[in-house]
């Protein structure tokens, strides 16, 4: 559907015409002053340079073309020269009426469907998912579903972290503790066994230790690099034990994403990158990308308008062994060998965002990506604690993922339990759903790029702008709908003109969603939904409070507004379905 905005621009720049002006003086906003009127157009103002002429002179003339339209309920030129609009009630319901029957809820699917690879979630095998991990899960899976929603094919792509040193860590320490395992046997020519030789408890435990003697043993830390050397050079042994960590790490991982309602359509790993890495050196070489410095081999990426320094991007380390950069470009062609993306999209922390960049320019200029290939660094911020700090747990640990859920959840349960009786086991299942809504709106409400205050209280408030509140206003809306259809059938569904000013700003609300949608589309921007969907919800609630809905008496106008009740019902299930959580049916 055309958006409502767009098709008032179109009457504007037609009726600054008919009067003489240029049309692209015929652009209209939505009222700052929501006191005075609903719309405005300035364009007098602006015209009224160029022809010379006092503005409202000009907004005269256009308003003297508009006067006859059924577009406007009032309309008027106000001195110096701006025109102030409030839109007629039926116009604005047929709007609303033909976005209640199409099936995107008047939201338009791109006229070129791109081709998006979406790189999130990020996490690291045999490392336990921390809360780091959770803004690129939660921000990557909201954008993948908007460009999905908005006609573009889009897959999302796990890549794993699964080819550095914390490999040669896990089975050094292995190795202290078990030495006896076959895999560690030189001589053995047999099949590995297909039990691996630890939990996923163990492995997490491990993982720690080894790490953290690593910092104090020099001693120990060689053997883990010669490890991971001997790893990514054809051991098999070590090979053998690689393939049940990831194994054990995976099956692991699925279940906690699965949890925060994140799916990826791939789980490629760094590892799967590893074998186009020669003809790729091969190839930088051969065309005279790169230069050696200091026995490394590099690409210069600085660029003459650089006013910051600008390392050069490097692929091999002087002793021949590759580094993140060189996975990163042999992922960026294993991505256009195996599905030729016209947009590759990272969400990462954004402190790798030089990095980024790095990677990014080199895979230009070393022509990996086509001239037209969007790459673009989607870099967000920390999340912080109530003193500002990167969040911890209360001893100041590395906080886990699950842990952090396991308390948002109680604290939703708490809350459901004082509220109302409900079974326990009831409130258990609603608190997974609201907790997970308080969670992952908490996030998304702030811009991605900023840092944000982690805070239980104020996420898992159910009012204010907090996931449980838009939960709890579908909830509402769900029940006034439960009990209408319980005793009565809809005899009209069309959407009629509103009666009432909360009606009307509730239609006025939801017109919105289309250019809601397409900006946060094109800016790859969540919170944009987050701040629709929290005036959508106050426009509703206020309509509420002040509309006898079940108990109104005229059949043709309780029927309309079921059916306004429906589409806003829908419109924020869909809203809170691209943010990537779902509205329990009580709470
Ligand atoms: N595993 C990395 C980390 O934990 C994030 C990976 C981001 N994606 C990428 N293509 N480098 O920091």
Same mark, same amino acid.
């Given at each position: 559907?055309?958006?409502?905005?767009?098709?008032?621009?179109?009457?504007?720049?037609?009726?600054?015409?008919?009067?003489?002006?240029?049309?692209?003086?015929?652009?209209?906003?939505? !009222?700052?002053?929501?006191?005075?009127?609903?719309?405005?157009?300035?364009?007098?103002?602006?015209?009224?340079?160029?022809?010379?002429?006092?503005?409202?002179?000009?907004?005269?003339?256009?308003?003297?073309?508009?006067?006859?339209?059924?577009?406007?309920?009032?309309?008027? !030129?106000?001195?110096?020269?701006?025109?102030?609009?409030?839109?007629?009630?039926?116009?604005?319901?047929?709007?609303?009426?033909?976005?209640?029957?199409?099936?995107?809820?008047?939201?338009?699917?791109?006229?070129?469907?791109?081709?998006?690879?979406?790189?999130?979630?990020?996490?690291?095998?045999?490392?336990?998912?921390?809360?780091?991990?959770?803004?690129?899960?939660?921000?990557?899976?909201?954008?993948?579903?908007?460009?999905?929603?908005?006609?573009?094919?889009?897959?999302?792509?796990?890549?794993?972290?699964?080819?550095?040193?914390?490999?040669?860590?896990?089975?050094?320490?292995?190795?202290? $503790?078990?030495?006896?395992?076959?895999?560690?046997?030189?001589?053995?020519?047999?099949?590995?066994?297909?039990?691996?030789?630890?939990?996923?408890?163990?492995?997490?435990?491990?993982?720690?230790?080894?790490?953290?003697?690593?910092?104090?043993?020099?001693?120990?830390?060689?053997?883990?690099?010669?490890?991971?050397?001997?790893?990514?050079?054809?051991?098999?042994?070590?090979?053998?034990?690689?393939?049940?960590?990831?194994?054990?790490?995976?099956?692991?991982?699925?279940?906690?994403?699965?949890?925060?309602?994140?799916?990826?359509?791939?789980?490629?790993?760094?590892?799967?990158?590893?074998?186009?890495?020669?003809?790729?050196?091969?190839?930088?070489?051969?065309?005279?990308?790169?230069?050696? !410095?200091?026995?490394?081999?590099?690409?210069?990426?600085?660029?003459?308008?650089?006013?910051?320094?600008?390392?050069?991007?490097?692929?091999?380390?002087?002793?021949?062994?590759?580094?993140?950069?060189?996975?990163?470009?042999?992922?960026?062609?294993?991505?256009?060998?195996?599905?030729?993306?016209?947009?590759?999209?990272?969400?990462?922390?954004?402190?790798?965002?030089?990095?980024?960049?790095?990677?990014?320019?080199?895979?230009?200029?070393?022509?990996?990506?086509?001239?037209?290939?969007?790459?673009?660094?989607?870099?967000?911020?920390?999340?912080?604690?109530?003193?500002?700090?990167?969040?911890?747990?209360?001893?100041?640990?590395?906080?886990?993922?699950?842990?952090?859920?396991?308390?948002?959840?109680?604290?939703?349960?708490?809350?459901?339990?004082?509220?109302?009786?409900?079974?326990?086991?009831?409130?258990?299942?609603?608190?997974?759903?609201?907790?997970?809504?308080?969670?992952?709106?908490?996030?998304?409400?702030?811009?991605?790029?900023?840092?944000?205050?982690?805070?239980?209280?104020?996420?898992?408030?159910?009012?204010?702008?907090?996931?449980?509140?838009?939960?709890?206003?579908?909830? $509402?809306?769900?029940?006034?709908?439960?009990?209408?259809?319980?005793?009565?059938?809809?005899?009209?569904?069309?959407?009629?003109?509103?009666?009432?000013?909360?009606?009307?700003?509730?239609?006025?609300?939801?017109?919105?969603?289309?250019?809601?949608?397409?900006?946060?589309?094109?800016?790859?921007?969540?919170?944009?939904?987050?701040?629709?969907?929290?005036?959508?919800?106050?426009?509703?609630?206020?309509?509420?409070?002040?509309?006898?809905?079940?108990?109104?008496?005229?059949?043709?106008?309780?029927?309309?507004?079921?059916?306004?009740?429906?589409?806003?019902? !829908?419109?924020?299930?869909?809203?809170?379905?691209?943010?990537?959580?779902?509205?329990?049916? $009580?709470?």
């Amino acid at each position: 559907m055309k958006k409502l905005l767009d098709k008032l621009n179109e009457v504007f720049s037609e009726a600054f015409e008919q009067a003489g002006y240029d049309k692209s003086f015929g652009k209209v906003v939505i !009222s700052n002053r929501p006191d005075l009127c609903e719309y405005q157009c300035n364009g007098a103002m602006a015209a009224a340079k160029q022809y010379k002429k006092a503005p409202f002179m000009i907004a005269d003339d256009v308003v003297a073309a508009l006067k006859d339209r059924n577009e406007f309920a009032k309309i008027e !030129s106000v001195k110096p020269g701006f025109i102030n609009f409030d839109l007629d009630g039926e116009y604005l319901a047929s709007y609303v009426d033909e976005m209640r029957m199409d099936e995107m809820y008047g939201c338009n699917k791109n006229e070129q469907s791109d081709k998006v690879i979406i790189d999130y979630g990020g996490a690291n095998v045999a490392k336990p998912l921390h809360v780091g991990h959770l803004r690129s899960a939660v921000i990557g899976e909201s954008i993948k579903r908007i460009l999905q929603f908005t006609g573009n094919d889009v897959v999302g792509d796990v890549h794993l972290g699964d080819w550095g040193l914390q490999m040669g860590l896990i089975i050094t320490e292995l190795k202290e $503790r078990k030495p006896d395992l076959v895999y560690f046997d030189e001589n053995y020519t047999g099949e590995y066994p297909k039990e691996a030789p630890f939990t996923i408890a163990e492995l997490e435990e491990i993982y720690p230790c080894a790490n953290a003697k690593s910092k104090e043993d020099e001693d120990f830390k060689e053997k883990a690099r010669q490890a991971t050397y001997e790893l990514q050079n054809g051991n098999a042994g070590y090979h053998a034990i690689w393939q049940h960590i990831i194994n054990v790490s995976v099956t692991d991982l699925k279940k906690n994403y699965d949890n925060l309602n994140v799916h990826f359509e791939l789980w490629k790993k760094e590892s799967d990158a590893q074998k186009y890495i020669p003809d790729m050196v091969q190839y930088m070489k051969d065309n005279n990308y790169t230069r050696i !410095s200091e026995g490394a081999l590099v690409v210069d990426v600085v660029e003459e308008t650089d006013t910051k320094e600008m390392p050069p991007c490097m692929i091999l380390k002087s002793n021949g062994a590759t580094l993140y950069n060189t996975t990163d470009l042999a992922t960026i062609i294993e991505r256009m060998k195996l599905f030729d993306p016209n947009h590759i999209i990272y969400v990462v922390d954004k402190r790798q965002e030089l990095y980024f960049t790095q990677v990014f320019r080199c895979a230009r200029k070393t022509k990996l990506v086509n001239e037209d290939t969007k790459l673009t660094f989607l870099g967000f911020g920390t999340m912080n604690g109530k003193d500002g700090k990167p969040f911890k747990t209360r001893d100041g640990g590395v906080m886990r993922l699950e842990n952090l859920i396991k308390e948002i959840n109680d604290a939703v349960y708490d809350k459901i339990m004082e509220n109302r009786d409900v079974s326990e086991e009831e409130a258990r299942e609603t608190a997974k759903i609201v907790g997970l809504s308080a969670l992952k709106y908490g996030d998304l409400s702030n811009q991605a790029s900023k840092d944000y205050i982690f805070d239980i209280d104020r996420f898992t408030s159910f009012e204010g702008n907090t996931g449980p509140y838009i939960l709890y206003t579908i909830v $509402r809306i769900k029940s006034i709908l439960n009990k209408f259809y319980e005793t009565e059938k809809l005899e009209n569904n069309k959407i009629l003109s509103p009666k009432k000013e909360s009606q009307k700003e509730l239609m006025e609300v939801l017109v919105g969603f289309n250019e809601t949608i397409e900006s946060a589309a094109k800016e790859l921007a969540p919170h944009r939904i987050c701040s629709f969907v929290y005036e959508l919800s106050n426009a509703f609630n206020k309509f509420y409070h002040d509309t006898k809905i079940l108990a109104c008496e005229d059949k043709e106008e309780k029927d309309s507004y079921i059916s306004l009740l429906t589409l806003t019902k !829908s419109v924020l299930e869909k809203s809170i379905e691209l943010l990537g959580f779902t509205a329990p049916d $009580r709470m």
